[in-house]
């Protein structure tokens, strides 16, 4: 039998390992194909069920090439029904040379929803896709709340670091290479 999988993805956070892992500008993608390829590599059998993405959407008025940008992004993700968008209105701070977006509650979001998985999602696996070390209480929670029944890993990429709970380094760790972004692009 093949265990579901949900893959929790801090977007710009992934995409943003491009650069430093690799030094290389980044570039959006593919997230279903991000969540089958991991699902493909944990050590039993699974298949990807849902794919969670955690993103700010850009003000349309303040920031249009950025609003055209992501909904067309949106647009090639949302014809799989495993894609789930979960988004907050990214803020903006009035500077000299106009307006700077930021991302703000995202990381809540993503939180909450990974304390929440073993009750939403009895039984299936989570992997969790991001470096930010603000989630670790919520991996934390996961962990205790989950009883053994959903097993969570994480994901980075080399050499960048990776969140793990103690000095055990766990829960195990994907690491993506810089030909599995091209391969997901």
């Known amino acids: 039998m093949s265990r579901p999988v949900v893959i929790y993805v801090d977007y710009e956070n992934v995409r943003y390992w491009q650069r430093h892992a690799f030094s290389e500008t980044p570039h959006d993608f593919s997230v279903i194909r991000l969540g089958e390829l991991l699902a493909s590599r944990r050590s039993e059998k699974s298949h990807l069920y849902s794919c969670r993405v955690y993103r700010g959407t850009p003000n349309r008025r303040l920031d249009s090439e950025r609003w055209t940008k992501q909904h067309a992004w949106l647009q090639r993700q949302i014809i799989d029904h ?104």
């Open 82 to 185: 495993r894609f789930v968008f979960v988004t907050q209105d990214m803020k903006y701070r009035r500077s000299e040379t106009g307006y700077t977006p930021r991302e703000k509650g995202v990381d809540v979001s993503l939180a909450i929803d990974l304390v929440m998985h073993p009750f939403r999602f009895p039984r299936c696996a989570a992997i969790l896709l991001s470096r930010d070390e603000d989630l670790r209480p919520a991996l934390q929670a996961f962990v205790e709340h989950a009883e053994g029944e959903c097993p969570i890993e994480v994901a980075t990429c080399k050499p960048l670091s990776r969140l793990y709970l103690g000095r055990s380094l766990s829960p195990w760790s994907h690491y993506l290479t810089r030909e599995d972004f091209e391969l997901i692009r």
